[in-house]
């Protein structure tokens, strides 16, 4: 199942059950994360959603994506879409 998202696009692998980003904002790039990776990236987002100052994460814990406030917000609305495809493996 592909998403194409604000922030993210990826495929979902219901048989693996893991999720592979393709890109963030602009950047291409393989990425597999698994329902826990990603619950705990969505709540790290949410409990920060308030904060007035920009965020970064990173890729292969080396290459820094800047995140603004409006794209954290669009991001955590990327990930609950993610969140709905392990759900519905179920």
């Known amino acids: 199942m592909f998403l194409s998202g604000k922030i993210i696009s990826g495929e979902f692998d219901?048989?693996?059950?893991?999720?592979?980003?393709?890109?963030?904002k602009h950047l291409t790039t393989q990425t597999t994360i698994n329902e826990k990776q990603l619950e705990r990236l969505y709540h790290y987002l949410k409990n920060h959603q308030k904060d007035t100052?920009?965020?970064?994460?990173?890729?292969?814990?080396?290459?820094?994506?800047?995140?603004?406030?409006?794209?954290?917000?669009?991001?955590v609305d990327d990930l609950e879409k993610v969140q709905e495809m392990y759900l519905d493996t179920f």
């Open 14 to 24: 219901g048989n693996a059950n893991e999720f592979s980003i393709q890109k963030i």
């Open 53 to 75: 100052e920009d965020h970064v994460i990173t890729l292969y814990d080396q290459l820094p994506i800047r995140l603004s406030q409006e794209e954290m917000n669009l991001l």
